[in-house]
T-cell receptor
């Protein structure tokens, strides 16, 4: 398996523009997570899906952020309009999460998308 | 609210030294604790996962311990090598709540940036 795939790897945009980040999870994983990482706040969970259904989006900072998972192999995180304070690295992760206490209860991270909003 | 603290924020050691990274958490009602490694410009890679019922896990030169009662975990790296240079993050998952979807949000520490000098 190629692992979690994210695109683009780098995105530079101007304030006010729409940004769409994409993620392809590992096949067979039921859970998909979107994280944001900054120097000041570290890694923060934005939203996660179980079987394509959003379960908890309490980490989404504002209404400008939205996420979708139309099928088991694709998810998007959209920021509209973007602002300079959105500049960060955005990670997508997927995992089986059996809840049975095994060592398969982990998340597999993609390489991230480095977003810069000017 | 769970808080995860990692000290020190950065560490520089000469090659060959044994070292210890620290992680502390405020809520001992955890499901598991996990150590990740993050290389510059890349995602997180799981190193060791310790279930709440376990006290330690070992993988090669790495040993992670867990003391739930005191809210502490350590990652011990033996005979450090330049290739160990990376940021190490600690992540804590709380106990599973029934009927919650089987997943509880993980809280990450900010990480310890390790540099091993040849």
């Amino acid at each position: 398996d190629a692992g979690v795939i994210q695109s683009p790897r780098h995105e530079v945009t101007e304030m006010g523009q729409e940004v769409t980040l994409r993620c392809k999870p590992i096949s067979g994983h039921d859970y998909l997570f979107w994280y944001r990482q900054t120097m000041m706040r570290g890694l923060e969970l934005l939203i996660y899906f179980n079987n394509n259904v959003p379960i908890d989006d309490s980490g989404m900072p504002e209404d400008r952020f939205s996420a979708k998972m139309p099928n088991a192999s694709f998810s998007t995180l959209k920021i509209q309009p973007s602002e300079p304070r959105d500049s960060a690295v955005y990670f997508c992760a997927s995992g089986p999460v059996t809840g049975l206490g095994s060592n398969t209860d982990t998340q597999y991270f993609g390489p991230g998308t480095r977003l810069t909003v000017l | 609210k769970q808080e995860v603290t990692q000290i020190p924020a950065a560490l520089s050691v000469p090659e060959g030294e044994n070292l210890v990274l620290n992680c502390s958490f405020t809520d001992s009602a955890i499901y598991n604790l996990q150590w990740f490694r993050q290389d510059p410009g890349k995602g997180l890679t799981s190193l060791l996962l310790i279930q709440s019922s376990q006290r330690e896990q070992t993988s090669g030169r790495l040993n992670a311990s867990l003391d739930k009662s005191s809210g502490r975990s350590t990652l011990y790296i033996a005979a450090s090598q330049p290739g160990d240079s990376a940021t190490y993050l600690c992540a804590v998952r709380p106990r599973i709540v029934p009927y919650s979807g089987g997943y509880q949000k993980v809280t990450f520490g900010i990480g310890t940036k390790l540099q091993v000098i040849p």
